[in-house]
T-cell receptor, first 112, second 112 residues
Framework: KAGVTQTPRYLIKTRGQQVTLSCSPI?????VSWYQQTPGQGLQFLFE???????NKGNFPGRFSGRQFSNSRSEMNVSTLELGDSALYLC???????????FGPGTRLTVL | KQEVTQIPAALSVPEGENLVLNCSFT??????LQWFRQDPGKGLTSLLL?????REQTSGRLNASLDKSSGRSTLYIAASQPGDSATYLC???????????FGTGTRLLVSP
C-alpha cells in the first residue's frame, strides 16, 4: 500500500506570494492533519480535516488555510508569504477510529 | 496547555550500547502517546504508540513505557546500531481529535 504523498517536495517563493501544497493520504484514510516544522518552534499543529470538514485548528494566522476533497486528498494554502513561513510542512493521515498517524515526506518551503 | 519535553536534547553513544530516551508531559489526561523517528530532512516514521490504558509497547529492539500519572514516557533502545542514528520525537494526543503535541526531540548519534 502506498504511503502518504506530498507534492511538491521543494518550493522556493518570495515574500508576498502565495503557495498551495498538496497531500494524498494512504488509501482508505479519511483524516488528514497538517504540521509545520521549524528549527525554532519544532513541530506545530496547523489543522485537521475529516470528511471535507475542518475539525481542529492550531494557533496560526488566517493566512494559513486548507481544504479536503471528497477523495480525502488535502491542500493547504499560505497567502502573503513571510520569511518566517520557511519550514518543512508535513501532512499525516490515519484511519477513522485508529490512532497511529502516518506522515508524508514533507514539502520544504523556502521564502526569500 | 499541554507541553512536552524531551531529555536529553542530544545523545552520542558507541554501537552496542543500550540507551533510554525520556519524554515528559504536563497534562496527564492524554489519549495516547507516540514515539517517532525522523531522519534529516525527512518525514516522521511512527515507531510505537501507547494507549492511555497501556503501560508499555514493544517492537523489536524498542520498548516504550508510559506512566500517565507522573506524566512520563521512556523509549528504550537495546543494542544500538549506527542505523538508529536519527532524531526521536515523542508526541501526545490529548483529545479525541488527531492533533499531536510534539516534544523538541532527542538527536541520537550511534558511532560504529
Amino acid at each position: 500500500k502506498a504511503g502518504v504523498t506530498q507534492t511538491p517536495r521543494y518550493l522556493i517563493k518570495t515574500r508576498g506570494q502565495q503557495v498551495t501544497l498538496s497531500c494524498s493520504p494512504i488509501s482508505g484514510h479519511r483524516s488528514v492533519s497538517w504540521y509545520q516544522q521549524t528549527p525554532g518552534q519544532g513541530l506545530q499543529f496547523l489543522f485537521e480535516y475529516f470528511s471535507e470538514t475542518q475539525r481542529n485548528k492550531g494557533n496560526f494566522p488566517g493566512r494559513f488555510s486548507g481544504r479536503q476533497f471528497s477523495n480525502s486528498r488535502s491542500e493547504m494554502n499560505v497567502s502573503t508569504l513571510e520569511l518566517g513561513d520557511s519550514a518543512l510542512y508535513l501532512c499525516a493521515s490515519n484511519l477513522v477510529g485508529a490512532d497511529t498517524q502516518y506522515f508524508g515526506p514533507g514539502t520544504r518551503l523556502t521564502v526569500l | 496547555k499541554q507541553e512536552v519535553t524531551q531529555i536529553p536534547a542530544a545523545l552520542s553513544v558507541p554501537e552496542g550500547e543500550n540507551l533510554v530516551l525520556n519524554c515528559s508531559f504536563t497534562d496527564s489526561a492524554i489519549y495516547n502517546l507516540q514515539w517517532f523517528r525522523q531522519d534529516p530532512g525527512k518525514g516522521l516514521t511512527s515507531l510505537l504508540l501507547i494507549q492511555s490504558s497501556q503501560r508499555e509497547q514493544t517492537s523489536g529492539r524498542l520498548n516504550a513505557s508510559l506512566d500517565k500519572s507522573s506524566g512520563r514516557s521512556t523509549l528504550y533502545i537495546a543494542a544500538s546500531q549506527p542505523g538508529d542514528s536519527a532524531t526521536y520525537l515523542c508526541a501526545v494526543q490529548d483529545t479525541g481529535f488527531q492533533k499531536l503535541v510534539f516534544g523538541t526531540g532527542t538527536r541520537l548519534l550511534v558511532s560504529p
